[in-house]
């Protein structure tokens, strides 16, 4: 049985349009439940001999889908309507590259997958690129989570303007 008519081109591209719009929510919220429950398979490899744990990829999906869920879920931001609206879209955008970059950053600043850092010598994988790391890492999640406040405080004052 099909889930949709076939005769209904319009009604399978809405859900399409719709589950395209959910998607980065549900990713989001299943990576955070992973990585919060910590469970072993966390540090199991993704394919064997490659060194890329699944707390690794599942990581870099939630630091991804952050921004994106923001992006693709609120349509204000999705749609802008206003100059100051397309600045919210560009900013959660480059949040979003931001975030897709993450893993491969932090690969070059750990030298491994696991993100493990020692006191080398060298730059790679040094206490320096450590820091570099977690600053990396906390300004792509705090300014997501501060622009969105930033975004809903305005867009509560735009309304409260419009009441009047």
Sequence with gaps: MVPFKLNSHLTFVKMLRIW???????????????????L???????????G???G???????????????LMGIRLIRKPTSQVYRFYK????????????WGGISFLLAGNWT??????EGFRGSERAFNIFLIYTAV???????IFVIFGIHHLII?????R
């Design 20 to 38: 395209i719009r959910i998607l980065p929510l549900l990713l989001l919220i299943g990576s955070s439940i992973l990585l919060l429950e910590g």
């Design 40 to 50: 072993p398979i966390l540090t199991e490899p993704v394919i064997e001999g490659y």
């Design 52 to 54: 890329l744990p699944f």
């Design 56 to 70: 690794t990829l599942i990581t870099w999906v939630g630091i991804t889908m952050f921004p994106l869920s923001i």
């Design 90 to 101: 560009r900013v959660f955008f480059v949040l979003t590259l931001l975030g897709v970059a």
């Design 115 to 120: 993100y493990t850092f020692s006191n080398d």
């Design 140 to 146: 792509v999640i705090s300014m997501t989570l501060l």
């Design 159 to 163: 309304n409260q303007k419009r009441k």
